[in-house]
């Protein structure tokens, strides 16, 4: 099998792909999908020639992941320290450098209580910001709805419903800006066109540095739980 040093690698055999595939995951991992009977030769040499990308991108994943740290939450993109006590009801109380969840239950109440805390704050935020920026544009958004993706921030419904992801509510306010903005612009172009560009360019003309960023720093957000 390939390795790479400090680079973790899992292979995907499978009879339906005709060709070697990479991929670099949030993580920093990689990914090898090959037909299945390929030999080592092959991947070695799929690998190799990619070698220089893998390390770039694994090592920008790295760096991504390295503030998500054991015992740290993060709320409106700054680290709050964990606490978790027993408490004689659950809650979930925000101060200036902690994030104090009480528990009258096990270690495994924490995640959900957390979670339906995140939901609650990024409901309240993310409608503003909605609202905000419908007067801006000048816009009437219809309805605004929450969800719990893995691999997407947004969406708008082709039947105009506006959709995000709670997990928002984690990044810095100008990156949760930057995807209102991008779906709100939907209601006028569908697609990623020039025209679409230019809409988000109006409100947000440093959109380009939010959309890299977000690709960058963002995904470990989009799977990170205590």
Request: glycine share 8%.
């Amino acid at each position: 099998m390939i390795k790479i040093p400090g680079l973790e690698i899992t292979y995907k055999f499978s009879a339906r792909r005709k060709t070697i595939g990479l991929m670099v995951t949030a993580e920093g991992k990689l990914v090898i999908a090959a037909p299945r009977g390929t030999s080592q030769a092959k991947i070695a040499q799929a690998v190799a020639k990619h070698q220089t990308w893998i390390e770039r991108k694994a090592a920008a994943r790295k760096e991504a992941w390295a503030p998500l740290k054991d015992g740290v939450a993060f709320f409106r993109g700054q680290p709050f320290r964990l606490t978790v006590l027993p408490g004689a009801e659950d809650s979930v109380e925000l101060g200036a450098s902690e994030i104090t969840v009480r528990l009258t239950g096990g270690s495994s109440a924490l995640w959900p209580l957390l979670q339906s805390w995140y939901l609650r704050e990024a409901e309240k935020v993310i409608r503003e910001r909605v609202r905000h920026y419908g007067r801006v544009m000048g816009l009437d958004p219809g309805q605004t709805q929450l969800r719990n993706w893995r691999r997407r921030w947004g969406e708008c419904h082709p039947k105009g419903v506006l959709r995000f992801n709670w997990r928002l509510i984690m990044l810095p306010l100008d990156m949760l800006d930057y995807v209102v903005v991008h779906e709100l612009a939907h209601l006028r172009e569908g697609g990623h066109t020039a025209r679409f560009w230019q809409e988000v360019g109006k409100v947000l003309p440093d959109y380009a540095r939010r959309r890299r960023w977000l690709n960058q720093s963002g995904a470990p957000f989009l799977t990170w739980q205590v």
